[in-house]
């Protein structure tokens, strides 16, 4: 195998497909990356036992053949060697890189016992692939890190004809997002759990200038853009169903500004240690945020409108609290209240009328537990 391609297209190339390779392993082939040079095209494949991804990037191909390389070490390599073009040639056991004056010799690893790369499962439709990255980082700050509980380590993708739902919850939140989508077949209906990490590397990889095509089975969903693919391992069970726990009867209702609101949280969170709470007063147009006990202390007062109550105190997690405001980017967010150590809706919108009124249902809603106010 003998090719000659662009530094950088190459190292970026390798550290896209990289991004799948276990960081510790009993099978030392999974750290390797699969180079396939023919056609005037360089594929670069590698996988784990969850994982897989594919990339194919223009080359000038003197010679096709395979190598298998270890991928960390390619990328190492590639991240110091100078612009330009890059000669890169199998001599006997090693595969040579050239850059300028710099040369590298890398070992190769075995092919024949390399797995097979997974096929793409079949293309069911394509979707926007910024709006779909931005929907799961909304929800994955909900997902449960706990992998003793795997089924709450993963994001639920649900599909309903042309709408798709994306939801995580850890059991103390819940975040929903809904979003369009535009399947190639009738009818379509998908019910699957996809690991929150795995879903974030591919969403987070994505160019956001064009749409991704979307492909699923009963054992893996898949993920097509321009010359990239990846496959990520379902995960096994269910999240629980949300539409009962959203349904909050005559909640109070608090409208705020989201920058002021998710800056004043961050602020005054600062002193908020261990399990301490972030305390938020509502009395008539304002809200109090107050934390800490008696050494530090924090507090900001800002303007909101309250419906529903003359008043009501409540307290969160500062962390959780942090995190789902931070999901947002809608300019105004409502707070849906059923009152001390009770569900709490957050909601984005884009006026204070529409947050009042309330006229529709969000695309993006996050639940969370309140807790004991402060003493």
């Known amino acids: 195998m003998e090719f000659r391609i662009e530094c950088r297209a190459l190292t970026d190339a390798v550290i896209w497909a990289a991004r799948v390779l276990p960081n510790r392993s009993t099978v030392p082939l999974l750290g390797g990356l699969l180079l396939e040079a023919e056609d005037g095209r360089l594929r670069i494949s590698g996988l784990d036992y969850e994982a897989s991804a594919c990339i194919e990037v223009d080359a000038e191909i003197v010679r096709p053949g395979k190598a298998l390389v270890m991928g960390r070490r390619l990328a190492d390599v590639g991240r110091v060697l100078p612009d330009g073009v890059v000669e890169c040639v199998v001599e006997g056991a090693r595969f040579s890189m050239t850059g300028g004056s710099a040369r590298f010799g890398l070992s190769m690893l075995p092919l024949d016992d390399y797995p097979t790369l997974p096929d793409l499962p079949p293309v069911l439709g394509e979707v926007d692939a910024e709006e779909l990255a931005d929907a799961v980082a909304q929800v994955s700050v909900a997902a449960g890190r706990d992998d003793s509980l795997p089924t ?86 269910r999240l629980p169903r949300h539409d009962k726990l959203f349904a909050m009867a005559d909640p109070v209702g608090v409208v705020a500004d989201w920058e002021e609101l998710a800056g004043s949280v961050a602020r005054v969170a600062v002193v908020a240690e261990g399990s301490s709470p972030l305390q938020l007063t509502f009395s008539g147009g304002s809200l109090l945020l107050q934390a800490g006990y008696e050494d530090d202390v924090a507090s900001q007062r800002l303007d909101v409108e309250l419906v529903g109550a003359d008043e009501m105190t409540v307290a969160f997690d500062p962390v959780y609290l942090s995190n789902a405001l931070s999901s947002f980017h809608a300019p105004v967010v409502r707070l849906d209240l059923m009152g001390p150590g009770q569900r709490a809706m957050i909601t984005g919108w884009s006026s204070r009328e529409d947050a009042l009124g309330r006229a529709t249902i969000p695309a993006h809603q996050h639940l969370l537990m309140s807790v004991k106010p402060l003493a």
């Open 152 to 237: 709450l380590t993963g994001v639920r993708l649900a599909l309903d004809g042309d709408r798709m739902t994306l939801a995580a919850t850890d059991r103390y939140r819940f975040a929903v997002r809904t979003l369009t989508w535009k399947p190639v077949v009738e009818d379509v209906s998908a019910d699957v759990l996809v690991s929150t990490r795995r879903l974030s590397e591919i969403t987070r990889s994505f160019d956001r200038s064009g749409a991704c095509r979307l492909a699923l089975d009963g054992g893996s969903a898949g993920f097509e853009q321009g010359g990239t693919q990846s496959t990520v391992r379902l995960l096994d069970g």
